[in-house]
């Protein structure tokens, strides 16, 4: 499996870190973790990622902003995947974000909804 990098974002740092921790125990890849959006937009500047797990709503800078970011070009190296989590998202909401092909993962996060769809994105990679 070639390496891999993986930001994950939350201003939860305990979520975000639960997170970096099982992805660190099952598969070769490097987790790192930002506390808000400012944090995450500077590594997003500063290094390239495979896969950016955002939260959706923090103070300061939310994953909204992030992704807007991403989108508009402000930020140069776009990660490969982006993912979205949030505790609070409504089902319209949810519906309008997989409409747009993002994958959502409500917390608290099942973990064996994480590992199936890394397992997804790192066999296709692999294959690509």
Not at 20 to 39: C, H, K, P, S, T
């Amino acid at each position: 499996m070639s390496f891999k990098k993986i930001l994950i974002v939350d201003d939860e740092f305990e979520i975000a870190e639960s997170i970096a921790e099982f992805i660190l125990e099952n598969y070769e890849i490097q987790a790192e973790v930002a506390r808000d959006g400012r944090e995450a937009k500077w590594k997003l500047e500063n290094t390239s990622y495979f896969l950016l797990l955002t939260d959706l709503k923090m103070s300061n800078f939310s994953g909204i902003n992030l992704i807007q970011d991403i989108q508009s070009g402000k930020i140069k190296q776009k990660p490969v995947h982006t993912w979205l989590m949030s505790g609070y998202v409504s089902k319209e909401q949810l519906s309008l974000l997989t409409s747009h092909n993002m994958t959502v993962f409500q917390k608290p996060i099942d973990f064996e909804f994480l590992k199936n769809k890394l397992d997804i994105i790192l066999q296709f990679q692999k294959s690509a």
